[in-house]
């Protein structure tokens, strides 16, 4: 392998990045948009949901129980209810996802025994909101209720038995808001990473055929590892640069907690940048079209990263069949380390498992691809 050869390969590829506006759109404007979209549109938090509200009764204490739920930051009331109906309609509408009902004999009923209902009905077409608004609202009612027994005792000249209860004090750590996005933003980086890094790359050999330049290439006496060598230097930097933006973004834009070392970082970073540009090449190679070589580079890259790495959906409640089928799967090692890093602080010893698993991962990739391109024109 020469040295002279291998930049003059990589100064080709950089003019070809250079010349077509598709591929530089790729490598500088969708980075851009897919921080700003996944970084502000997808949000594993549940807050403000709307909510209707019939009270029955409306007294002074069935008020402030509605009143607690509005001055949460879980629920918002939209709407008050006077029938039945309404509430149907309201529900059939979307109008609000939940309703609170409150019987007319709320306040008797809590004076005479200590202890009333509250109804609430939810729209369980949005199963997972469903379920943690159903929290919330347990939660609200948790508070209150621990108020009104208090009230009920005091008045009724009686001590609260305190024998035997059981406080729970939690206590969180590594992501103390409780904030999703601290836990989507890193894995942000390896979407966008995996997406622009296969994408640039899966057209480097596939548009040599289409322009009718690859006769040249293969009359030369480079190599096919100075062939992908070259061709891949610039798209190496790209991908650097990309990540360095995306990274700077998450920290002093979106503010994620930072604990961890840079050079591990970098490090890993690299590593999983060699990988991706490893499957985009091998992609490229095998396939002649630029189209296709694009298409078969995003299902390869896009789908694993966002469905299969822990990136939306924690990998520890999928089946344990597709749980297998994840350790095949290279970005989850990837997000892992960058959650890591980011909210615990982890280092090198720490990594060790995901770390070499990418090192894996970067070893076949590229030699598979190295090995892939052979200097013969009737090569499929």
């Given at each position: 392998?020469?040295?002279?050869?291998?930049?003059?390969?990589?100064?080709?590829?950089?003019?070809?990045?250079?010349?077509?506006?598709?591929?530089?759109?790729?490598?500088?404007?969708?980075?851009?948009?897919?921080?700003?979209?996944?970084?502000?549109?997808?949000?594993?938090?549940?807050?403000?949901?709307?909510?209707?509200?019939?009270?029955?009764?409306?007294?002074?204490?069935?008020?402030?129980?509605?009143?607690?739920?509005?001055?949460?930051?879980?629920?918002?009331?939209?709407?008050?209810?006077?029938?039945?109906?309404?509430?149907?309609?309201?529900?059939?509408?979307?109008?609000?996802?939940?309703?609170?009902?409150?019987?007319?004999?709320?306040?008797?009923?809590?004076?005479?025994?200590?202890?009333?209902?509250?109804?609430?009905?939810?729209?369980?077409?949005?199963?997972?909101?469903?379920?943690?608004?159903?929290?919330?609202?347990?939660?609200?009612?948790?508070?209150?209720?621990?108020?009104?027994?208090?009230?009920?005792?005091?008045?009724?000249?009686?001590?609260?038995?305190?024998?035997?209860?059981?406080?729970?004090?939690?206590?969180?750590?590594?992501?103390?808001?409780?904030?999703?996005?601290?836990?989507?933003?890193?894995?942000?980086?390896?979407?966008?990473?995996?997406?622009?890094?296969?994408?640039?790359?899966?057209?480097?050999?596939?548009?040599?055929?289409?322009?009718?330049?690859?006769?040249?290439?293969?009359?030369?006496?480079?190599?096919?590892?100075?062939?992908?060598?070259?061709?891949?230097?610039?798209?190496?930097?790209?991908?650097?640069?990309?990540?360095?933006?995306?990274?700077?973004?998450?920290?002093?834009?979106?503010?994620?907690p930072f604990r961890g070392a840079f050079g591990t970082l970098a490090a890993t970073t690299m590593l999983y940048t060699l990988v991706v540009l490893g499957i985009g090449y091998l992609v490229s190679v095998r396939i002649r079209s630029q189209l296709g070589a694009s298409q078969v580079a995003l299902l390869l890259t896009m789908l694993p990263t966002t469905l299969l790495s822990g990136y939306t959906f924690p990998i520890d409640q999928m089946p344990h069949f597709v749980q297998m089928i994840t350790y095949a799967v290279y970005p989850r090692y990837f997000v892992?380390?960058?959650?890591?890093?980011?909210?615990?602080?982890?280092?090198?010893?720490?990594?060790?498992?995901?770390?070499?698993?990418?090192?894996?991962?970067?070893?076949?990739?590229?030699?598979?691809?190295?090995?892939?391109?052979?200097?013969?024109?009737?090569?499929?």
């Amino acid at each position: 392998m020469k040295l002279k050869r291998l930049l003059a390969i990589a100064y080709k590829e950089t003019l070809q990045i250079w010349r077509d506006p598709r591929s530089l759109a790729i490598a500088l404007l969708m980075p851009l948009m897919q921080m700003g979209l996944l970084g502000y549109g997808v949000s594993l938090d549940v807050r403000h949901v709307a909510l209707c509200v019939y009270d029955q009764e409306n007294s002074q204490i069935s008020r402030a129980l509605v009143q607690d739920f509005a001055s949460s930051n879980w629920f918002a009331v939209v709407r008050q209810l006077h029938n039945e109906a309404e509430l149907r309609d309201a529900m059939d509408r979307s109008v609000c996802i939940g309703a609170i009902t409150i019987a007319s004999n709320f306040t008797r009923t809590l004076d005479s025994s200590g202890t009333a209902s509250v109804q609430a009905i939810f729209d369980a077409t949005d199963v997972n909101t469903t379920n943690i608004a159903i929290g919330y609202a347990q939660g609200v009612i948790a508070l209150v209720t621990a108020d009104f027994e208090r009230n009920w005792l005091r008045m009724h000249g009686e001590l609260a038995q305190t024998v035997g209860s059981v406080d729970l004090e939690p206590r969180v750590m590594f992501n103390e808001a409780l904030d999703s996005r601290n836990f989507i933003i890193p894995g942000v980086v390896a979407v966008i990473l995996g997406l622009v890094g296969a994408q640039l790359t899966s057209l480097t050999v596939s548009r040599e055929w289409e322009r009718g330049t690859m006769e040249q290439l293969i009359s030369t006496p480079v190599t096919a590892l100075e062939l992908m060598i070259g061709k891949l230097m610039p798209y190496f930097i790209v991908g650097l640069v990309d990540a360095g933006f995306c990274l700077i973004a998450a920290i002093f834009w979106f503010r994620v907690p930072f604990r961890g070392a840079f050079g591990t970082l970098a490090a890993t970073t690299m590593l999983y940048t060699l990988v991706v540009l490893g499957i985009g090449y091998l992609v490229s190679v095998r396939i002649r079209s630029q189209l296709g070589a694009s298409q078969v580079a995003l299902l390869l890259t896009m789908l694993p990263t966002t469905l299969l790495s822990g990136y939306t959906f924690p990998i520890d409640q999928m089946p344990h069949f597709v749980q297998m089928i994840t350790y095949a799967v290279y970005p989850r090692y990837f997000v892992t380390i960058l959650r890591a890093v980011f909210l615990k602080g982890s280092g090198l010893s720490e990594l060790i498992g995901p770390i070499l698993a990418l090192v894996v991962f970067a070893v076949l990739i590229i030699r598979i691809a190295a090995r892939s391109f052979h200097k013969r024109l009737d090569e499929r």
